[in-house]
Structures are given as C-alpha cells and as structure tokens.
T-cell receptor
Framework: DGGITQSPKYLFRKEGQNVTLSCEQN?????MYWYRQDPGQGLRLIYY???????QKGDIAEGYSVSREKKESFPLTVTSAQKNPTAFYLC????????????FGPGTRLTVL | AQKVTQAQTEISVVEKEDVTLDCVYE???????LFWYKQPPSGELVFLIR??????QNEISGRYSWNFQKSTSSFNFTITASQVVDSAVYFC???????????FGKGTRLHILP
C-alpha cells in the first residue's frame, strides 16, 4: 500500500535534547512538508522540499532543521533552540502539480519534559 | 495577504441532524484551489475535496456536500444526517496556483452526539 509513515507515534524527550522525527513516503511524490499543530490551532508550515537536496523554510522554521537526501525521506530535527517544542507534528507529501492535494502521515506527538 | 477563516471553533449536534461548517477565504489571485480535510481522533488528515477557482459547481458525495461561492469567498461544507463517525476536526485550506504552500484555517471541531 502506498502512503506516508511517521515514526514514532509518541515521543518523549528531556528539555535541551535534539530529537529527529522520521517521515517516509512511497507515493513517488516530489514535494514533502512538515507541519506543526498545537491545540485549537490550524497547521503551521515548518519546512518544505520540492526536490532532493533542496528545502525551504516555512512560517515557523526557527529551532528546526531538515534534510532531503532521498526522495522518499524527509526527517525533521527539533533542536534545543526550539523554545516550545511540545506539539503534534504532521508530515505530508504531494506531486508538484499545484492543484493536487497533499497526503498526510499519521503524525508524531512530541512531548518535551 | 491570503487567509482562511473558520469562524466556528466547535459545533455540537445530535446524530441525524444536518450541520454546515463555514469557510471564508481571502485572496486577490484569480487562480487558486480550495480543500477540505477531516482530522479524526487518530490525528491523520484525510482529504475530502478539492475545488479550483474556475469551477463553482456545487458537489455532493453521499451525505457530504460543498457550496462554493466566489461572490462571498466562501466554501462551506454540509453534512446531511450526521453520524457519530463524523465527529472530527475539519479544516478548510487554500492553495494559490503560484505557490507551493497550503494555507489552513484553524479548524472546526465537530461533535456528533448519539
């Protein structure tokens, strides 16, 4: 089955530690995205990538970093510089055709203690 | 600037009632796309519908229907004969033809009471 996988579903980290969230897709999509969702809020874009080895900052990139070494993978690192990292993180992918929708993974809930 | 407003933060209705979720968008672009997504308690966003700015025809899919009106910049979503499984957060979203990003509204949390 084609889709997007994110692991783990729940992640706990101590304050001051970097943590990397995994996102893999087998839909052969060129574009991948990371969103953050806080309670009662919509989705806010962190980073996105349209091609391997290239990515752009979204609206709230500070304290986060990404890499895109393979078309299928777009890991997100939440660094210690992110002041309030506890949130629900969603990964998405799409074709480059703008009128196509984005497909979403199941999300990772990160809690920093 | 582009913006999507979902004024209803939370709605509760009794099962089998009809319910309409409002979505108002702002853009000066003439070519754009509108989307609705459903986020059940599991967390994953599920795509429901896509509409382009040149197609104002309303759409019906089973118990779901969408009313797109450019004159009022609205793209409302109606669930007919609601069911408990419809309980979720629903997001309206806007994508410009010239942009890579989707702009999401803050979502409407829908509770269907048995």
């Amino acid at each position: 089955d084609g889709g997007i996988t994110q692991s783990p579903k729940y992640l706990f980290r101590k304050e001051g530690q970097n943590v990397t969230l995994s996102c893999e897709q087998n839909l052969n999509h060129d574009a991948m995205y990371w969103y953050r969702q806080d309670p009662g809020q919509g989705l806010r874009l962190i980073y996105y990538s349209q091609i391997v080895n290239d990515f752009q900052k979204g609206d709230i990139a500070e304290g986060y970093s990404v890499s895109r070494e393979k078309k299928e993978s777009f890991p997100l690192t939440v660094t210690s510089a992110q002041k309030n990292p506890t949130a629900f993180y969603l990964c998405a992918s799409s074709t480059l055709t703008t009128w196509f929708e984005q497909f979403f993974g199941p999300g990772t809930r990160l809690t920093v203690l | 600037a582009q913006k999507v407003t979902q004024a209803q933060t939370e709605i509760s209705v009794v099962e089998k009632e009809d319910v309409t979720l409002d979505c108002v968008y702002e853009t000066r672009d003439t070519t754009y796309y509108l989307f609705w997504y459903k986020q059940p308690p599991s967390g994953e966003l599920v795509f429901l519908i896509r509409r382009n700015s040149f197609d104002e025809q309303n759409e019906i899919s089973g118990r779901y229907s969408w009313n797109f009106q450019k004159s009022t910049s609205s793209f409302n979503f109606t669930i007919t004969a609601s069911q408990v499984v419809d309980s979720a957060v629903y997001f309206c979203a806007l994508r410009l033809n010239r942009d890579d990003k989707i702009i999401f509204g803050k979502g409407t949390r829908l509770h269907i009471l048995p």
